[in-house]
């Protein structure tokens, strides 16, 4: 089992629609990252969080550290928010470098 | 201010030669992280360097994958002896330091034929 679970693993929404992607670990952490990758494009770092909750525009991120749980919140949905979302963790433990979630491909229809 | 910067952005190469990956951190960072992405594939760590320290290596798939830093700052990936399932995209990132946000190159992405 991995370490860091993320789900649906493919979204297709319409273009407006609220979006939800979730991320559960099964590891302590110190922080957790939250990447963009377009088609064909690099990578973008959106978020990194380890409490509460952070906010960019039309993206929210949230934490619960307890419960071992992030999601990513995309209000107002675009077809240029189209991409693959990828959830990280720097575990507490062991190494300091980050473990990849398998990522959400998100797709939002005009 | 400049972002990371990976050269080359395109690579082909035949079965059993040499390669070398270069990747221009951010100014200032301390530690510098190289990853691959196969096709269809999530993100495989390889290597990170933070600092003056020893390297992680623990990521490297075979003894024909090599990196070094030079001087703090720009690090080179090299891959021997090519096989074909080396092809993907090679990515570095950077960060103020360990456990900060990482900042990602455009990748290189290698084509073995």
């Known amino acids: 089992k991995n370490e860091v679970e993320q789900s649906p693993q493919n979204l297709t929404a319409q273009e407006g629609e609220f979006i939800t992607i979730n991320c559960s670990y099964s590891?302590?952490?110190?922080?957790l990252h939250w990447l963009q990758q377009h088609p064909g494009g690099g990578i973008v770092s959106l978020f990194m969080l380890s409490s509460g909750k952070k906010k960019h525009g039309r993206l929210i991120a949230t934490i619960n550290i307890q419960e071992k749980h992030s999601s990513l919140h995309i209000t107002a949905s675009h077809p240029r928010d189209s991409a693959v979302y990828i959830c990280a963790v720097y575990r507490i433990q062991g190494a300091q470098k980050l473990v990849f979630g398998q990522g959400t491909r998100l797709t939002i229809n005009p | 201010g400049a972002g990371v910067s990976q050269s080359p952005s395109n690579k082909v190469t035949e079965k059993g030669k040499d390669v070398e990956l270069r990747c221009d951190p951010i100014s200032g960072h301390t530690a510098l992280y190289w990853y691959r992405q196969s096709l269809g594939q999530g993100l495989e760590f390889l290597i990170y360097f933070q600092g003056n320290s020893a390297p992680d290596k623990s990521g490297l798939p075979s003894d024909r994958f090599s990196a070094e830093r030079t001087g703090g700052s720009v690090s080179t990936l090299t891959i021997q002896r090519t096989q074909q399932e080396d092809s993907a995209v090679y990515l570095c990132?950077?960060?103020?330091?360990?456990?900060?946000?990482?900042?990602f190159g455009p990748g290189t992405r290698l084509t073995v034929t």
């Open positions: 590891v302590g952490i110190s922080a």
């Open positions: 990132a950077s960060s103020p330091g360990l456990y900060y946000e990482q900042y």
